[in-house]
């Protein structure tokens, strides 16, 4: 199916290429988990001849590729399982799941 193969381009090279980039870089290779990987990613600050600055254009890119992205997955069922299954699951795993939240509910005394 050519949509399974442009909805992995999209997907892995366009949303979240850092992630899923088998390179050999160093960061890349001490990072432990995708939040390490963004964090060490910084907003792009340089300025576009048009005055917009890289981020901005990197965000609008983004958000493109995402509409694009939904829009394939959602033409049937079978390709939204074919996702789901072979690109958002791996990413799902990679993702390093918090042993406790940091929510404490305020007792009943402070609610009025």
Request: no cysteine; net charge positive; aromatic share 8%.
């Amino acid at each position: 199916m050519r949509e399974n193969a442009l909805i992995n381009l999209i997907f892995k090279e366009f949303l979240f290429k850092s992630v899923f980039d088998t390179g050999s870089s160093k960061d890349k290779v001490q990072a432990d988990t995708m939040l390490e990987i963004i964090k060490k990613k910084g907003p792009r600050q340089t300025k576009y001849a048009a005055g917009k600055s890289q981020s901005t254009s990197a965000n609008e890119s983004r958000k493109a590729a995402y509409d694009l992205l939904n829009n394939l997955i959602k033409k049937s069922p079978v390709i939204m399982n074919d996702f789901l299954k072979n690109q958002l699951d791996p990413l799902m795993q990679m993702i390093k799941k918090p042993k406790q939240w940091n929510y404490q509910p305020a007792s009943s005394s402070d609610r009025i």
